[in-house]
């Protein structure tokens, strides 16, 4: 079985950070089966979409796509870089909360305003040097096993469905 899908790409100029609940910004994902898994769940608690930095993801390979179950089609995707990112966060001032194991607020205490940009580090190394100087702050998920970090789709679906909880 096989589908032709058309890409859709956004321009960061044509949205803006209060058209959904919150934006994923990402720079890598290792394994697509968590880039979809993230697409799920934006897409279920009303997340507006994915703002990329750089090249390195495609949210339209074969094994993210599979992985969306279909969310990929009701999700905006952005590709851009620091420098134009940091500009719209400054025109909007839009917040940007990282996640993170070095946070100093626990997600469930934080109150993420309308429009929250999430940035999520990669599977393994956790925010790069770029994004963690994009945050306003660092929240982090409070673990009680000897396990240093969560799995980047369970990590950012926490995250989410707590941006969702906090809203409503």
């Known amino acids: 079985m096989g589908a032709i899908v058309r890409q859709r790409?956004?321009?960061?100029?044509d949205v803006w950070p209060l058209q959904g609940l919150c934006w994923i910004v990402l720079e890598q994902v290792r394994f697509g089966g968590n880039l979809g898994t993230l697409i799920r769940?934006?897409?279920?608690?009303?997340?507006?979409?994915?703002?990329?930095?750089?090249?390195?993801?495609?949210?339209y390979s074969p094994i993210v796509t599979r992985a969306t179950m279909g969310a990929i089609f009701r999700q905006s995707f952005v590709r851009t870089t620091v420098t134009h990112l940091?500009?719209?966060?400054?025109?909007y001032g839009a917040v940007t909360i990282g996640a993170s194991t070095d946070g100093l607020i626990d997600f469930h205490s934080f109150n993420f305003p309308k429009g929250s940009l999430l940035v999520l580090g990669d599977e393994r190394q956790g925010l790069t040097t770029q994004q963690h100087n994009?945050?306003?702050?660092?929240?982090?998920i409070p673990m009680e096993g000897k396990a240093d970090s969560l799995n980047?789709?369970?990590a950012g679906s926490l995250l989410m469905y707590e941006v969702y909880r906090?809203?409503?």
Do not use: N, Q
């Open 166 to 168: 906090s809203r409503t």
């Open 152 to 154: 980047l789709g369970v």
């Open 9 to 13: 790409w956004h321009s960061l100029d």
């Open 41 to 59: 769940s934006s897409e279920a608690i009303g997340g507006a979409g994915f703002i990329l930095l750089g090249d390195i993801v495609d949210p």
């Open 86 to 91: 940091k500009k719209w966060i400054s025109m």
């Open 134 to 140: 994009l945050c306003d702050y660092l929240v982090r």
